[in-house]
């Protein structure tokens, strides 16, 4: 059983938005179906401001309530591995944060909250009254999580080139289910590979 876990990949797939544009509720909503078809999978939030990290009501303590196997807050400065609550002092680039969540540490998926202009491969959620327009580099977008219409994304100049409306996903904000069950064939893929 043990060298069928280390033959998989990881997958990191970025959540992304501007603030408020609902991350976090975003994350919480599909954590608990990509447990459900046994993915183990950490969250790395990245925090503008001071935090207290894994008390009741953070963000930190709700990936862990919607079943998080590990949560790393990344601030300017320092971050909080919650997984086993150290305090560590941020010296190390982003990468290695992905090394706190090794394969071998049965963590198959790494979910990133915020990291916009990271290199990840990502989802954004664009709504209305929140979002204008898409703030990621749509070489790395590969969906886009909204409240908005098809027509009215295309209306606003939300979705700007064919290539978004050919190769972007557009899911229904309120329909978090089928985003991660599109989230778990992704992951499938790369198993694949």
């Not at 409240?147 to 309120?174: A, G, P, S």
């Not at 991660?180 to 590979?193: C, D, F, G, N, T």
Request: net charge positive; aromatic share 10%; with cysteine.
């Amino acid at each position: 059983m043990k060298a069928e876990r280390t033959q998989r990949k990881q997958f990191i797939l970025a959540v992304s938005g501007v603030k408020n544009s609902g991350k976090t509720t975003l994350i919480t909503k599909i954590l608990p179906f990509l447990k459900a078809k046994g993915l183990n999978v950490a969250v790395i939030k990245h925090d503008g401001h001071d935090f207290e990290a894994d008390v009741p009501e953070t963000d930190s303590w709700n990936f862990a309530k919607a079943g998080a196997d590990g949560t790393l807050v990344d601030r300017y400065n320092y971050m909080k591995l919650i997984s086993d609550g150290t305090v560590l002092k941020k010296s190390e680039q982003f990468g290695k944060y992905i090394s706190f969540f090794p394969l071998g540490g049965d963590v198959t998926g790494l979910t990133l909250e915020g990291f916009k202009y990271s290199n990840y491969s990502k989802i954004e959620l664009i709504r209305k009254g929140n979002s204008a327009k898409s703030v990621c580099d749509s070489k790395k977008l590969l969906g886009i999580v909204t409240d908005f219409k098809k027509e009215e994304l295309k209306e606003q100049k939300i979705l700007e080139t064919e290539k978004w409306e050919k190769q972007i996903k557009i899911f229904d904000l309120n329909q978090a289910g089928s985003l991660a069950e599109w989230i778990y064939q992704l992951w499938e893929e790369i198993q694949k590979r």
